[in-house]
């Protein structure tokens, strides 16, 4: 029987030094968010260990692309599964801005101004399909001519981080570190969004080109087969989560897992599912180290990474 312990804060206090004492205090998403902290610091320490990211597009149109992008920079993880929207908000970043809004808006008066809402981000039609639909048209084009007939998606995407290299905002996307630092990005569902549109629209000219799916399995397979353990912090839900826990079964679950979600379990979906749920089916080991963190990934994250950067001293870059 521990004693719950008032947090005691202090002016200049650190991000390490507060969720430090989130395992003390009891709070009911504190302590959840400090046990998730020190199993992803272990996670990432653990050298025989494969660690994966998932996460779904949506948290990409908002500064937590800065998180994941950091943790690509620094090498923190080996593997990131996501959406075809993830490339949309990625690449339409880099040209273009989006920008605040709010969740009360007019969204027929935004519609007839050629305004996109995400949440309370605004996407204008300049900042998105209109960019992706130019930009996308040259990249696919350079990487047709470069000799590519058929193509996986994690290829597609460290071919197209490869083309950002003249941008001058390069740094700032996933993809471009993703192909710098040879991590592969597996995007499911890949023609879900205004990238694999544009990719469609390309092959009814080309239409020796084609996305080959099957490519990015055989080489998840190997990712798998070839590991001693696997870690896994799973951001929300849909394809993305599945996808990763899917794998996993093969190699006896997840060694470590981090789930942070809002969805609720009792509508049966996939993404409400709980950790003891994928132990059912083996995704998740019985022995492994997990923790559920409730609420809104764009705040959990940047806490998260933040204190495994200060503990791990990764932050060279």
Known sequence: MNPVKDLNLRAEMSVKELIDQFGSSGGFTTRELFLASEILKEMINDNECVSFLSFPACIVATGARGVIRKMVQ????DVLVTTCGTLDHDLARVWRDYYHGSFELNDEELRRNGINRIGNV???????????ERKMKEILEDIYYEGFREISTRELAWE????LEK????????????????IPIFVQGITDGAVGSQIWLF???????????????EELSEIIFNSKKTGALIIGGGISKHH???WNQFKGGLDYVIYVTTAVEWDGSLSGARIKEAISWGKVSEKAKKASVYGDATLILPLMVSYVLDILGRDEK
Do not use: A, H
């Open 74 to 77: 620094e090498e923190m993880i």
């Open 122 to 132: 605004l996407v204008p039609n300049e900042s998105y399909g209109l960019i992706l």
């Open 160 to 163: 197209i981080g490869k083309r």
């Open 167 to 182: 941008e001058e905002r390069k740094e700032t996307s996933i993809v471009y570190w993703c192909y710098k630092n040879r």
């Open 203 to 217: 092959r009814q000219e080309r239409r020796d080109f084609s996305v080959n799916v099957f490519k990015d399995e």
């Open 244 to 246: 990763t826990i899917w």
